[in-house]
């Protein structure tokens, strides 16, 4: 795993640890957190340095961008992850890649004071970008198929428990009751 500035993956998963106490508190930040801290028995490194750094395909993902493409909804965050997962299929491609740019290297630095805190800050609005994509496109496919959707039940049922369950899908809900379109 390449570090951020330098941290173990060990400290890294406190990183997300601490964030998950704050409105960052979602399933996906408490299991990288879970991830991160785990280690190999045999050899006790980062397990996260043990996985075979490919993804297949589930479907999900591409059935949401192909719907949205469908729909005429920029769905960019959910589209790029899709790609991403896509390209870690190439394992040889990202090889080749990575030998023809083997010069180049970044150094590596410690995190300026509060350069934490603006990473956390980066990754909360990507998060409330995703789900605004996200609802954008149920709101869409809810006009165009006539299923009368209601956004801020969805914000709710979510929360209740599923892999992108998070807390600020209160503050969905409640912009939904406040503001229904």
């Known amino acids: 795993m390449q570090s951020l500035y330098g941290m173990s993956a060990g400290e890294i998963s406190k990183v997300f640890a601490d964030w998950k106490k704050s409105d960052l ?3 996906l930040i408490e299991i990288t957190a879970t991830v991160l801290a785990k280690k ?3 050899s006790g490194a980062a397990l996260v340095d043990m996985i075979v750094d490919e993804a297949e395909q589930k479907g999900t993902g591409r059935w ?3 719907s949205a493409l469908d729909l005429g909804v920029p769905i960019t965050t959910i589209t ?3 790609y991403a ?6 394992p040889a491609q990202r090889a080749a890649a ?3 740019f083997d010069g180049i290297r970044t150094r590596q630095r410690t995190a300026a004071p509060g350069e934490l805190d603006e990473i956390r800050d980066a990754l909360y609005a990507s998060k409330i970008v995703a789900y605004a994509q996200g609802f954008e496109q149920l709101s869409v496919a809810s006009r165009e198929y006539h ?3 209601d956004p801020g039940l969805i914000a709710t049922i979510w929360r209740g428990g599923c892999i992108i ?4 899908l209160d503050r969905i809900r409640e912009g939904y009751e406040a503001h229904p379109d």
């Open 25 to 27: 508190d979602s399933y």
């Open 147 to 149: 299923w009368d959707l």
């Open 98 to 100: 990575a030998q023809a």
């Open 80 to 82: 790029e992850a899709v």
């Open 165 to 168: 369950r998070a807390a600020f």
């Open 64 to 66: 949401t961008a192909q």
């Open 40 to 42: 190999d028995p045999s």
């Open 85 to 90: 997962r896509a390209l870690s299929g190439r």
